[in-house]
């Protein structure tokens, strides 16, 4: 359950966020998690409802925007859908291939009052 | 910019119209809302891993500084890390300074084998906590104080998901399976077969009674990460310990940057003359 730590991780960019623009509350936490980030979605979801309570986040509204994974052929520079990690180009079978999404782990916005 | 808050500048406001217009009405000036129910939008663009990471390339920086060389061994519950490190440290025998830090959820057991091999230890224990993190290496750092030119390694707790994502500024991470757990491991847990840069596996005297494909388990293992590499050994008899013994002393292991300042310095004290890596390094030195 290493989503654990990373909400917690979460609230503490959340507070200081909300620190560092004299603000009171968190009204909506934006994040961006990849299809590849190695999170599990059920298990972030009990994650969050673990942490959260009796922190900032407590009532903060989140939304989420799963990002889909995409890789680009090593060999012939396809573009494609990636639904685990490192599958080979569905044209020529390369496996060295350059991951371009998928992986995101970030906060990417806040709306603070 | 608005002279009450400041605003403006990267931030943006929600306004209630209804109160805006009285505001605007008694003020006779264009601002906007400041009480009641202000709001701020803030682009934060921040890595959830952003502390962690940082710490770990700090960590980087320490370890290169002394010329160290730290490996992050990962495995599932029981594949026999703590076995292969009495092992390894009985081997190497003092020839290479080593420390050892212990990752486990309760008791310091594993701290207190490897403390029988006379190595330094330290024992974390992280509760519920399934996976260490760069800030607790670095906490253990202080306690340890591994010398110039040693071998850290870190054992981390038995885990084969969460462990992945936290990079503790090693050089290498290796990954221990061992033939009972089915040759397919690399598929069910494919996120750390693809940070990792070698492959144990152990427990090869258990091959003849167990149902384990060491060539399909390395097929598996290449499709997640083409270039990992492996180790085949037997950490109780000691077969194929040898291998990893000398994986551990292959110089392509360590910093390629202290090597080029090695050579430098041999160079230097022979007097030939240096070529550094830039004429610019050249210079200087
Ligand atoms: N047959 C056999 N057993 C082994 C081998 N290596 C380890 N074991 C046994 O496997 C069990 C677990 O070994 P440990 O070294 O404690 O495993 P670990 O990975 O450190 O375990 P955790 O720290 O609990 O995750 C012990 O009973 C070891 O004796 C091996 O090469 N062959
Ligand atoms: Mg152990
Ligand atoms: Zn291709």
Not at chain 1, 93 to 102: L, M
């Amino acid at each position: 359950m290493h989503e654990l730590s990373i909400v917690m991780n979460i609230v503490e960019i959340a507070n200081d966020e909300v620190l560092k623009h004299h603000a009171q509350k968190v009204e909506m936490i934006d994040l961006e998690i990849g299809e590849l980030s190695g999170i599990d979605f059920d298990a972030f979801d009990f994650a969050w409802s673990a942490v959260v309570h009796a922190t900032i986040l407590q009532h903060a509204e989140r939304k989420m925007h799963r990002v889909e994974g995409k890789s680009i052929c090593g060999t012939c520079g396809h573009h494609f859908r990636l639904f685990q990690l490192y599958e080979p180009c569905p044209l020529c079978g390369e496996v060295f291939n350059d991951i371009i999404s998928g992986q995101e782990l970030k906060v990417k916005q806040m709306i603070l009052s | 910019m608005c002279a009450t808050c400041g605003c403006g500048t990267g931030t943006v406001h929600f306004e209630r119209p209804d109160v805006s217009q009285l505001h605007l009405a008694n003020q006779r000036q264009p601002v906007h809302e400041h009480f009641p129910k202000q709001k701020t939008i803030v682009e934060v663009e921040r890595d959830i891993l952003e502390k962690n990471n940082r710490l770990a390339e700090r960590l980087k920086g320490f370890f290169e500084a002394r010329n160290m060389f730290v490996l992050n061994l990962v495995s599932a519950p029981g594949s026999g890390k703590t076995t292969l490190l009495e092992k390894t440290l009985q081997a190497l025998n003092g020839t290479v300074a080593c420390a050892v830090i212990e990752g486990d959820q309760q008791t310091t057991n594993d701290a207190d084998r490897i403390k029988k091999t006379n190595t330094p230890v330290v024992q974390i224990n992280t509760g519920k906590g399934c996976h260490l993190d760069a800030e607790m290496i670095y906490n253990s750092l202080k306690i340890l104080e591994p010398v110039n030119n040693s071998i850290l390694f870190i054992e981390n707790v038995g885990n084969l998901v969460c462990p992945a994502m936290f990079d503790l500024g090693e050089n290498k991470r290796v990954i221990v399976i061992s033939v009972t757990e089915g040759d397919d491991k690399p598929a069910k847990y494919p996120d750390m077969f693809q940070s990792a840069d070698l492959c144990i596996i152990n427990k090869t005297d258990l091959l003849p009674y167990v149902n384990f494909d060491m060539e399909s388990c390395k097929v598996y293992a290449r499709k997640v990460n083409p270039a990992i590499k492996f180790i085949e050994l037997s950490a109780t008899t000691g077969t194929g310990l040898t291998d990893w013994l000398t994986w551990l002393r292959s110089p392509a292991n360590y910093h390629t940057t202290i090597q080029d300042n090695n050579t430098y310095l041999a160079n230097r004290s022979s007097g030939n003359t240096v070529n550094m890596v830039t004429d610019n390094m050249h210079a200087i030195l």
